[in-house]
């Protein structure tokens, strides 16, 4: 059978294997370069299209040409490099001064509370790192938030991707000389999911995953290359088995072998499928603290209709679920069922500040705390007080 027949069963699959990511398959995807022009484009630089904000804006300024340049960068997302630069995102750099002065002082407090930030996809305390910067600037400086996420760009390129009604949050990331590279990675949402729990998802799912999320960076300093700026491996959000395939040691050194970095000015930003492969760089220089706003934008269409207090449910179902695996008349299978439809098992959104992601990509799900309790028989007064103790560190108490 060829590798074209292999191909078509291939996404005909309804279910992704970490075992069966391919990495010639992988590294073909990346070579094709998209054929659909980029006329709104500045330049093209190490195949990722490059724009010039104060170029646009008599075209974001008139309804018809803004849905062509949205329409362009769409697909630049979806199909293309996977990434855009938007050169002078800010050009008034007012602006980024006056948030990063706030974020600077906000990183001196937790430092002086002694907060030890744990990081995704590096060590903890490798860099500095404010979780919530978005809810945490707002309150601390409102007329500095106000004047910064009113850049109309922000949202021009957010509704590219997302349409309207998206939920804008913000963590600041900076590191200093000498700090290490992120490993490479996909992000949220299902770049967050162990291989195990990732293969649990349909491959629609996979492929869904990508367009709840518009990940961004607006840099807060200038970022030349020796300073880490993101790596980036252009059209990698292209292959589907991705989200399984970003842990693999192959796959990984390929990305080491073929990333691509751009330097940034001080008010440019960043924009990328989060499906792309990427990781922070290392910082290199002696003097440069690099300094990055990275915006995590999320679709509208990811929540429920209703609200429950599941923490109260789980609370009055758990002593029942528990009795009866007891006596022998529930399997474990029946009871995760049982959980499934009480506790929540998605474990964001949560407050990163108290309920970090330490010892993994995300912390524990109230699902899995339930599920834990379960299979150690607490008592339903414990899992009560670690009920109540999850919640409060969701801000949800």
């Known amino acids: 059978m060829g590798r074209s027949q292999d191909r078509i069963e291939k996404r005909g699959r309804d279910w992704y294997r970490e075992r069966d990511c391919a990495l010639d398959e992988f590294a073909d995807l990346l070579q094709s370069d998209d ?19 104060q170029q646009l804006n008599g ?12 329409a362009e960068w769409a697909h630049v997302f979806r199909d293309g490099a996977g990434v855009l630069v938007l050169r002078r995102a800010f050009a008034d750099l007012g602006p980024v001064d006056e948030a990063t002065t706030v974020f600077e002082s906000i990183i001196r407090s937790e430092r002086e509370q002694g907060q030890r930030v744990a990081d995704h996809f590096a060590k903890a305390g490798a860099n500095d790192r404010i979780w919530n910067a978005q809810e945490k600037l707002c309150l601390r400086a409102p ?23 998206y939920q804008m949050t913000s963590q600041v990331n900076v590191v200093r000389p000498g700090g290490a590279a992120q490993q490479a990675h996909r992000d949220y ?59 693999r040691a192959d796959f990984r050194e390929y990305f080491e072998s073929h990333f691509v970095q751009l330097p940034l000015a001080k008010g440019d930003a960043v924009f990328f499928n989060p499906a792309l492969f990427h990781a922070a760089g290392a910082n290199r220089t002696a003097d440069v603290q690099r300094m990055a706003n ?25 002593p029942v679920l528990r009795e009866r695996r007891a006596l022998g008349c529930m399997s474990g299978s029946e009871a995760a069922a049982a959980i499934a439809s009480c506790a929540e098992g998605y474990p964001f959104p949560t407050d990163l500040d108290r309920d970090p992601p330490v010892g993994g990509l995300a912390p524990e799900s ?21 009920l109540n103790d999850h919640a409060a560190r969701q801000r949800f108490a």
């Not at 915006?295 to 758990?318: I, P, T």
């Open 59 to 70: 075209i974001t300024g008139d309804a018809s040409r803004r849905a062509q340049l949205q």
């Open 189 to 247: 949402h299902l770049g967050f999911q162990t291989a195990e729990k990732a293969e649990r998802y349909p491959a629609h799912v996979h492929q869904m995953s990508p367009f709840l999320t518009l990940q961004g960076a607006v840099a807060h300093s200038d970022m030349p290359a020796e300073s880490g700026p993101t790596k980036l491996l252009p059209y990698s959000q292209r292959y589907a088995e991705g989200y399984l395939a970003w842990r």
């Open 143 to 165: 007329e500095v938030f106000a004047e910064y996420f009113s850049n109309p760009m922000l949202r021009i390129v957010s509704e590219a991707w997302l349409g309207p009604c």
């Open 294 to 318: 990275l915006l995590q934008v999320s679709s509208a269409y990811g929540r429920a209709m209703e609200v429950l207090d599941r923490r109260r449910m789980c609370e009055a179902v758990y």
């Open 35 to 53: 054929s659909h022009p980029t006329r709104y484009a500045a330049e093209i630089m190490q195949r990722i299209p490059v724009y010039d904000c």
């Open 366 to 386: 109230q699902q899995d705390l339930m599920q834990r309790a379960l299979d150690e028989d607490w008592d339903p007064t414990r899992f009560t007080l670690a």
